[in-house]
C-alpha cells in the first residue's frame, strides 16, 4: 500500500507538470507549487482512504472485535513461574490476552513435546521451538501453514523479519509452517556483547595459587596442572559432553558446527584441527586434569563440584552467575567466577570465534491448535517494535536508561522485568541486540562478568556462521541430530579411552558418512552456492 500511495502521488505531480507544459510550453514556478501541492492533497486523501479501509475491515472481522479467547502456548522449562511472572501481566495488559504457558520437563522437553501434539493436545502456539524440535514437527505434519494468516494478521511479523530467515520455514511449495524468532543478532562491526559464556574460573583459587586467567592453550594446561598438583583434585569438570568451545577456539573451531574452507562448508569432525583437539582432550583425561566422571555428569554434579571449591573452572554461562555465586557463598562469599572465553593457539595467534547469523528458535501453530487466528494476531501485537520493547524493558528514565546508545536497568523498577525476554515476539535483531545488554546487566555480579567476558571481544577472529539458514534442507532435518549425538558419543569414548587419536577421528568420520553426513554435505553445499549468490 505503501508503494501504491508513492506512486499515486507521483502520477499526479506528473499529470499536472505536463498539463502546464502543454499550456505554457514551459513549467512554471507556479505550477510546480501546484503539482506539490496536488501531490500532498492525494497523499492524504489516499491515508485517510487506507485508514477508512483498514477500520472497515477490522469491523467486519470478528476475529479482531470479537471477544478474545485465553490462549495456550507451550513452551520450554524455566526456573520461574512463568504464570506468576509480572513481566507476563505486563504483556497481557498490552495486548488484551489471557495467556497460560504450560512448561515442558528439563529432562527430554523434545521427546515430551512431541507426544504433547501426537496426542492432539490444544496448544496455540508452540513458542520459540528449536529449529531441530521446528523440523521433526513439519517431518511429522504437525505445524500449520500460516502464510495466510501472517498476511492477514501479520504485518509487523512480515516488517520484522528477514527474507534469508524466513527461507528457514518456507517449504519447496512456498508455505510457511513456523514463524522465526530472530533474538538478538550481533552487528557485523563489533564482537561485544557476542560473549555470553566460556570457562569460569574461581577466583578464590586463582589466587591462592597466585594464577591469572588462562588466554592461551598452554596457559590453561599449565593452570589446571597447577591446580591438580596443589589439590589432588580434577581442576576442570563438565557436564557430559566432548565439544568445548573455549578450547575449540585454539584448534581454528567454536560453537558452529559447519565452516566455509576454501567456499566449501566442511563439519567439524573434518577440520584439520580437529585431531589435535582429541589429543589435548584425552591428555587433559589421562593425567586426572578433566574431571573423570565427565562421561556420566549431570550439569548438576559438576555445577556441585565447582561451587563447593572440589574443581577449579568448568563452563558456563553469565546467567547462571546469581545461582552459581550463591552455592559458591557457602565456602567463600568473596568468590567470584571469572571466565576465558576463547583460548588462542599461541601468543601470535588470537582466538577463533563463530557468530551466529539466522533464528535459531521458531514459533509454531500446530495443527490441532484451538485458536490460530488469534495466536497469531497475539504474536503480531507482542512483534510491534515500540510494544516489544514497553514489554522488555519498560519505561526510558523508570526502568531502564540509554547511555551513548547503549541500555542499562534502572533498579528498583527493573525488577519487574527480569524475564521480560520470554513474553516478547520477533522483532528486528539488530537493536533487539543493544535492548538485550541491559538484561545482561540485570544484577551487579552478571553485570561484571558479561563485562569481563567482553573486554578483549574485538581482538578475536570472527566467522559468522549461516548454518542456522540451512536447518529445514531434508538431508539436514533427517539426519543431523543422530550423527551429532553418535559422532559425539564417540568422542567421549575416544577421550575416555585414550585410543590413538587419529583412530577416533577416524571412526568418526566412518560413521559420519556411514549414518547420513554424505548426503548433508552434499545437500548444504548445493544450497550454499544458492545462498552465497
Known amino acids: 500500500m505503501k508503494n501504491l500511495k508513492k506512486w499515486t502521488a507521483l502520477f499526479l505531480t506528473m499529470a499536472v507538470g505536463m498539463g502546464s507544459l502543454a499550456g505554457c510550453g514551459s513549467q512554471t514556478a507556479e505550477a510546480t507549487k501546484e503539482s506539490e501541492k496536488s501531490a500532498e492533497v492525494s497523499e492524504a486523501v489516499s491515508e485517510e482512504t487506507q485508514a477508512a479501509e483498514a477500520t472497515e475491515v477490522a469491523e467486519e472481522d470478528p476475529f479482531l472485535t470479537g471477544e478474545k479467547p485465553v490462549l495456550n502456548i507451550l513452551y520450554y522449562n524455566q526456573a520461574y513461574d512463568m504464570n506468576a511472572d509480572a513481566a507476563k501481566k505486563i504483556m497481557e495488559e498490552l495486548t488484551g490476552y489471557e495467556v497460560v504457558y504450560h512448561n515442558l520437563p528439563a529432562e527430554n522437553a523434545s521427546e515430551k513435546m512431541m507426544l504433547e501434539i501426537a496426542s492432539g493436545a490444544e496448544y496455540d502456539m508452540i513458542y520459540r521451538a528449536k529449529t531441530a524440535d521446528y523440523a521433526q514437527l513439519v517431518a511429522q505434519n504437525a505445524a500449520m501453514d500460516v502464510t495466510e ?75 589446571l596442572k597447577a591446580y591438580k598438583d596443589a589439590t589432588g583434585n580434577a581442576a576442570l569438570t563438565m557436564g557430559k559432553g566432548g565439544w568445548v568451545a573455549p578450547i575449540l577456539s585454539a584448534f581454528g573451531m567454536s560453537n558452529a558446527v559447519w565452516y566455509d574452507v576454501d567456499g566449501t562448508l566442511t563439519h567439524r569432525v573434518r577440520m584439520d584441527g580437529f585431531k589435535d583437539y582429541v589429543e589435548f582432550m584425552q591428555k587433559l583425561y589421562k593425567e586426572g586434569l578433566l574431571d573423570n566422571d565427565m562421561p556420566i555428569n549431570a550439569s548438576a554434579n559438576a555445577r556441585e563440584k565447582f561451587a563447593n571449591g572440589t574443581a577449579l573452572c568448568m563452563p558456563l554461562n553469565f546467567w547462571d552467575i546469581p545461582t552459581i555465586k550463591e552455592a559458591m557463598a557457602v565456602n567463600n562469599p568473596d568468590a567470584k567466577a571469572v571466565f576465558s572465553v576463547a583460548l588462542a593457539k599461541d601468543e601470535e595467534t588470537p582466538g577463533y570465534v563463530s557468530v551466529a547469523n539466522g533464528a535459531s528458535e521458531v514459533c509454531v501453530i500446530p495443527k490441532t491448535a484451538k485458536n490460530p487466528e488469534h495466536a497469531m494476531i497475539w ?121 590413538d587419536a587419529q583412530a577416533v577421528v577416524d571412526d568418526i568420520i566412518a560413521t559420519w558418512e556411514r549414518e547420513g553426513g554424505l548426503e548433508c554435505e552434499a545437500e548444504i553445499n548445493e544450497w550454499y552456492a544458492e545462498f552465497n549468490k
Open 379 to 499: 504474536y503480531n501485537i507482542i512483534s510491534d517494535p515500540e510494544l516489544c520493547k514497553q514489554i522488555y524493558l519498560g519505561e526510558e528514565g523508570v526502568s531502564y536508561e540509554v547511555v551513548d546508545g547503549n541500555y542499562y536497568p534502572l533498579f528498583p523498577a527493573f525488577d519487574e522485568y527480569v524475564n521480560s525476554d520470554k513474553f516478547t515476539g520477533s522483532v528486528e535483531g539488530g537493536e533487539m541486540k543493544k535492548q538485550w545488554m541491559a538484561r545482561a546487566r540485570k544484577t551487579t555480579e552478571m553485570a561484571e562478568a558479561f563485562d569481563q567476558m567482553n573486554e578483549n571481544a574485538d581482538q578475536y577472529t570472527r566467522y559468522d556462521t549461516v548454518e542456522n539458514y540451512a536447518t529445514s534442507l531434508p538431508a539436514i532435518k533427517e539426519n543431523l541430530a543422530a550423527l551429532t549425538t553418535a559422532t559425539s558419543d564417540i568422542l567421549i569414548a575416544g577421550i575416555v579411552e585414550g585410543t
Open 149 to 223: 494468516l501472517l498476511e492477514k494478521y501479520g504485518s509487523n511479523i512480515l516488517a520484522n523479519v528477514n527474507e534469508k530467515d524466513w527461507s528457514i520455514v518456507t517449504n519447496d511449495d512456498g508455505s510457511i509452517t513456523g514463524i522465526p524468532y530472530p533474538g538478538s543478532q550481533q552487528p557485523a562491526d563489533t564482537l561485544y556483547g557476542n560473549f555470553t559464556g566460556g570457562i569460569a574460573f574461581r577466583s578464590d583459587l586463582l589466587e591462592d595459587l597466585n594464577l591469572e586467567i588462562p588466554q592461551t592453550l598452554d596457559e590453561l594446561y599449565n593452570v
